[in-house]
């Protein structure tokens, strides 16, 4: 019998607070039966297993990341969409490391579940939202989407790491990625 109080939602939620604390990885079953005071096995009274668990906490960040990028977007087009979106990513992935590594996870295709997907193609279609301010073609994209994710993750993953302490003011640097970005979508190569 389930014990009262832990529910599927409240086991995610506590996956994602562990993950930000301890990293993806420290993210175990006999962690989040420590914090719930019970039995490793009584967890999966709630969840299939971990797998399920971190398909869960990825469908968790996901939402959670969209809906701020969604909010940020809110009434911006061009340059003003651009940094809107990118410094809710940014500001999600230094406030929530683990909760950013859970949503750039990859996952088994077993693992993938169909919330998984469908937040998945709610980024894609946010930062597609961006691209036709620029008048970026359709057909082009999946290119400017993969530039965009491309360089908000390899930048936000690099200085979470510290991979930047060293050289100075990193929101300095984030302003000029973002304006390089906004040329290169403003001066989209035809065709």
Request: glycine letters at 10%; aromatic letters at 6%.
């Amino acid at each position: 019998m389930p014990r009262a109080g832990v529910t599927a939602e409240r086991l995610t939620r506590a996956a994602a607070d562990l993950a930000d604390e301890a990293g993806l990885d420290g993210v175990t079953a006999t962690a989040l039966a420590r914090r719930f005071g019970v039995t490793t096995a009584s967890l999966y009274s709630h969840v299939k297993g971990i797998d399920d668990l971190r398909a869960r906490l990825t469908a968790l960040a996901l939402d959670e990341l969209a809906d701020r990028a969604a909010a940020a977007l809110a009434g911006r087009a061009g340059k003003d969409a651009l940094v809107a979106f990118a410094d809710a990513y940014r500001d999600y992935a230094l406030a929530h490391p683990g909760r950013f590594e859970a949503a750039r996870a990859r996952l088994a295709p077993a693992v993938a579940t169909p919330d998984v997907v469908a937040a998945g193609r709610r980024h894609t279609e946010l930062t597609r939202a961006i691209l036709r301010g620029y008048g970026v073609p359709e057909a082009d994209q999946t290119a400017a989407v993969r530039l965009l994710a491309g360089t908000f993750h390899g930048y936000v993953t690099l200085e979470a790491a510290g991979g930047f302490a060293h050289s100075g003011d990193t929101g300095a640097t984030w302003r000029k990625v973002l304006d390089a970005l906004d040329a290169a979508l403003a001066h989209w190569p035809a065709g």
